[in-house]
């Protein structure tokens, strides 16, 4: 089971962290990512980090601002989120897939945690 923590309410300019533990598979094996969805939005990909090498993917919204990594020895993936905007305030979940393919696509990812809300005010 995925489950996120660290969203909360935080001023235009500022910082979060958004934490994701994995308690119920072998966290090394899978591919992990951070998704969004904002009101009335379809959810979209936000940032990835392969199992294999550590290498990330980001959206262009984010890049720059956003950091991905993960800790296998503890079953956690981390977000830093910087310089947050207003147009940043949505639900992010953290996912999980073992398949190859395409990493930002959001049908691929089989697991996914309850989401934790993001609001940042202007």
């Known amino acids: 089971q995925l489950q996120a923590s660290g969203g909360g309410l935080v001023q235009a300019g500022g910082s979060l962290r958004l934490s994701c533990a994995d308690s119920?598979?072998?966290?090394?094996?899978?591919?992990m990512a951070w998704f969004r969805q904002a009101p009335g939005k379809e959810r979209e990909f936000v940032a990835a980090?392969?199992?294999?090498?550590?290498?990330?993917s980001y959206a262009d919204s984010v890049k720059g601002r956003f950091t991905i990594s993960r800790d296998n020895a503890k079953n956690t993936v981390c977000l830093q989120m910087n310089s947050l905007k207003p147009e940043d305030t949505a639900v992010y979940y953290c996912?999980?897939?073992?398949?190859?393919?395409?990493?930002?696509?959001?049908?691929?990812?089989?697991?996914w945690g309850p989401g934790t809300l993001v609001t940042v005010s202007s």
């Open positions: 119920s598979r072998t966290f090394s094996n899978y591919h």
């Open positions: 980090i392969y199992r294999n090498d550590d290498s990330t």
């Open positions: 996912a999980a897939k073992i398949s190859s393919g395409i990493i930002t696509l959001v049908t691929l990812y089989s697991y």
